[in-house]
């Protein structure tokens, strides 16, 4: 075996061709990924390290958190999507992947991984490690990935440093962590000022520490580059102009504009398509650059003359063999996608048949790896399994805002058979609250089947541990915030398959239903507010059948928001009153899957939502229950 210190020593043309022996050649090349828990700062972060890494203009304006590109993603602060970048250190390249931080899409984390040599765990100075923070550290180390520790947000007051470095060392050996990984450096930060330091007492003005301690820590990429080419498909994009393109790290050899290529699956030993290279593309900054050629190592766009899935493998002809893919978690969650039938269907959507449906969600399938969809029992339904609630909400959400119109069921979480009993998922749940809020969380877990794991009190704030069925979380969200009065902090991540737990009561409460079409008017609505609480106010369309409001009693309740009063030609001074109504609830998108129940459907248009029963009909309804 022969062995080259950079790139620059060898002909890679010349070196692609060789299959006397195995040649490796050590890349001036990092791969990192940035991984950690929802807002610990990790998109903060890399845009601080794109910004001190040179990638902008200095007269430049750079938006916070540049890496968010999704308008999703901006609305609600979080990552949805992993993205590359890359910025020069030196002579040496770094590429960067942001990784989202929510449990529901930890797919994009377990896909991103495997482009990676490295990993930046990014972990609240206060906080501390969360469920989150366990799960992708726990993917980074079966991986056998070089970890670096940055402890964000160190110039937060209740910040609590040496605690939190205990906590990741300790989370690090309950992970069974290999001894270099426990020998991780400790790099102290705060992406907001831009700031760090391998000291707490002595920071530096600037991000100069990270970068050494990622040069210095993670390994460069080593390949071989005397076999033929390989590269594992870990990202898909589509360009109007090349069509489909595929993200990932070669592992050997070099690649060509033109070059002819077979694409595997190591999952599917049907699949052998042959295809041209249409084109190469590095990343640059925050961009794609044309490049001719590309080599093992650093992370490449290969557009091809063929379709190619995330988890295919490209390969050279001289060598026709897949590589693993690591399989992606299984979702627990599913919804049924249908066909809106509602009386107002069709007259705000563009997209509104069943092939588009279908198209579209076989189309996210192919892009999102822990996504799963499958055919229903009619030509109009389909059934799509996700991680949670939110990962359905967010495709719901760009369904919409694609001019999709649809309906969606109620979530349920998908059981299991394990030695002939029935088993479902189990989240591990964890809450920070202010000590006066402790006892009416304890009291709604006992109802949702929740078992106390931990406790742990900070100052004037206790986090507790519960696991609990996936399905006592669903709708629980709404009402822990008016439990803690919005100050408790709430998260998820899924922990194990086991033994079913029970009924669970879904909703306590009932709906209002809408006895007749029309509009709602002052008078029926005054009328119907001694019933509940509103989800609609005045001048709002409505149909018989569709959910108005909420029942605190707990049954459905048919009402006439519709009425109006009766006109006669003998009127008093006086004698009518002002109509002043409470202003209805508006539930958001995710607010209206929390509130559905299994009668219920949530119809979707790019500009409304409306909660309506399945059947709309009072009499058929009445029938059906019986």
């Known amino acids: 075996m022969q062995v080259y210190n950079s790139s620059s020593q060898i002909n890679n043309k010349l070196i692609a061709r060789l299959s006397n022996f195995d040649v490796y050649y050590v890349m001036k090349i990092r791969n990192i990924a940035i991984i950690a828990h929802v807002d610990h700062g990790k998109t903060s972060l890399v845009n601080e390290l794109l910004k001190q890494g040179n990638v902008f203009r200095e007269n430049q304006k750079v938006d916070d958190r540049v890496m968010d590109s999704n308008a999703l993603e901006r609305e609600r602060g979080i990552t949805i999507m992993a993205k590359n970048a890359s910025f020069q250190y030196g002579d040496i390249k770094v590429n960067v992947i942001d990784t989202p931080g929510h449990a529901d899409f930890g797919g994009e984390v377990e896909r991103a991984l495997s482009m990676a040599d490295g990993v930046l765990l990014v972990v609240d100075s206060f906080e501390g490690p969360m469920p989150q923070t366990r799960f992708v550290l726990q993917r980074a180390i079966e991986l056998n990935h070089k970890i670096i520790i940055v402890i964000n947000k160190i110039d937060r007051p209740d910040a609590r440093l040496g605690e939190v470095e205990d906590e990741v060392l300790e989370l690090l050996m309950d992970l069974k962590a290999t001894d270099e990984q426990l020998d991780s450096p400790i790099v102290y930060a705060s992406a907001r000022q831009g700031i760090a330091g391998l000291n707490p007492s002595d920071i530096a003005t600037n991000m100069k520490p990270l970068f050494e301690a990622i040069i210095k820590h993670i390994d460069e990429p080593k390949v071989d580059a005397g076999s033929p080419f390989k590269m594992l498909v870990s990202a898909a994009e589509h360009s109007d102009y090349l069509g489909k393109m595929a993200i990932g790290k070669p592992v050997s050899g070099s690649l060509n504009v033109g070059d002819q290529i077979v694409v595997v699956d190591y999952n599917n030993q049907n699949l052998n398509s042959k295809a041209k290279v249409a084109g190469l593309f590095e990343f640059s900054g925050m961009s794609h650059k044309p490049t001719e050629s590309v ?11 063929c379709p190619v899935q995330i988890g295919n493998t490209i390969c050279s002809p001289l060598e026709i063999s897949p590589i693993k893919f690591a399989k992606i978690s299984e979702p627990s969650v599913e919804m049924t996608f249908m066909v809106n039938d509602s009386p107002f269907a069709g007259k705000e959507g563009k997209f509104v048949t069943s092939r588009n449906l279908r198209d579209r969600l076989y189309k996210e399938a192919e892009r999102d790896v ?11 339904k389909f059934l799509v399994a996700g991680r949670g609630e939110m990962h359905l909400a967010i495709l719901i959400e760009n369904m919409r805002r694609e001019n999709y119109e649809l309906a969606v069921s109620m979530p349920k979480v998908l059981y299991k058979e394990i030695d002939s009993v029935r088993c479902e998922p189990i989240d591990k749940f964890v809450v920070d609250v202010p000590e006066s809020a402790v006892g009416v969380v304890m009291e709604k877990m006992g109802l949702r089947k929740g078992e106390l ?7 004037d704030r206790t986090r507790v541990e519960f696991l609990v069925p996936s399905r006592g979380l669903f709708g629980y969200k709404s009402e822990f915030l008016t439990d803690t009065r919005g100050e408790g902090i709430m998260s998820s991540v899924f922990h194990s398959y086991e033994k ?35 989800f609609i106010g005045i ?57 559905l129940a299994d009668d219920e459907l949530l119809e979707v248009t790019p500009k409304s939502v409306r909660i309506r ?4 009909d009072k009499n058929a309804r009445l029938r059906a229950s019986r």
């Open 613 to 616: 029963k399945k059947i709309l």
């Open 539 to 595: 001048g709002v369309p409505v149909y018989a059948g569709m959910v108005v409001g909420e029942n605190p009693k707990g049954d459905d309740m048919e009402i006439n928001v519709c009425k109006k009063k009766q006109l006669t030609n003998m009127r008093a001074s006086g004698s009518d009153e002002n109509v002043r109504l409470a202003p209805p609830k508006q539930l958001s998108l995710e607010g209206c899957l929390e509130f």
């Open 453 to 459: 794991v931990q406790m742990t009190t900070v100052g």
């Open 295 to 305: 080599n093992a190592g650093d992370i490449a766009v290969v557009a091809l003359t």
């Open 370 to 380: 822990s996504l799963r969809v499958r055919d229903g029992d009619t030509s109009e």
């Open 500 to 534: 079913y737990r029970g009924d669970i009561a879904r909703r306590h409460t009932g709906s209002l239903i809408a006895h007749e079409a029309g509009e709602s008017n002052g008078y029926g609505l005054m009328n119907a507010e001694s019933r509940g609480t509103l």
